[in-house]
């Protein structure tokens, strides 16, 4: 199995930017898609981005399609997440997840066999 450990989390005013990183160890860090989920309190966890194992695949949620923008290095094992235009509505706890079924940039929580702890973004308006 693969262990993932996301990074970059923090406080930032509205309109900022904020990159996350999601690091991977275990398996092969290319046999992976990866996705960004975040839940805000009292909310589901929702979608926010995926990348399939090459990068060449990629997906959006409406709300943040072009602001944020996900890529990978698989050299590093990592995954980025380059937010940008923050809005106090992005405030939430942000999780990376991995799926085996790697050609697939999924928006399905289901999908996705291993999480991390997730890290806090907070957007102050």
């Known amino acids: 199995q693969v262990q993932l450990v996301e990074s970059g989390g923090g406080l930032v005013q509205a309109g900022g930017s904020l990159r996350l990183s999601c690091a991977a160890s275990?398996?092969?860090?290319?046999?992976?898609?990866i996705g960004w989920f975040r839940q805000a309190p009292g909310k589901e966890r929702e979608f926010v981005t995926a990348i399939n194992w090459s990068g060449a695949a990629t997906s959006y949620s409406d709300s943040v399609k072009g602001r944020f923008t996900i890529s990978r290095d698989n050299a590093k094992n990592t995954v980025y997440l380059q937010m940008n235009s923050l809005k106090p509505e992005d405030t939430a706890v942000y999780f990376c997840?991995?799926?085996?079924?790697?050609?697939?940039?999924?928006?399905?929580?289901?999908?996705?066999?291993?999480w991390g702890q997730g890290t806090q973004v907070t957007v102050s308006s």
């Open positions: 275990g398996r092969t860090f290319s046999n992976y898609a």
């Open positions: 997840a991995a799926s085996s079924s790697r050609h697939i940039a999924s928006s399905r929580a289901p999908f996705y066999a291993y």
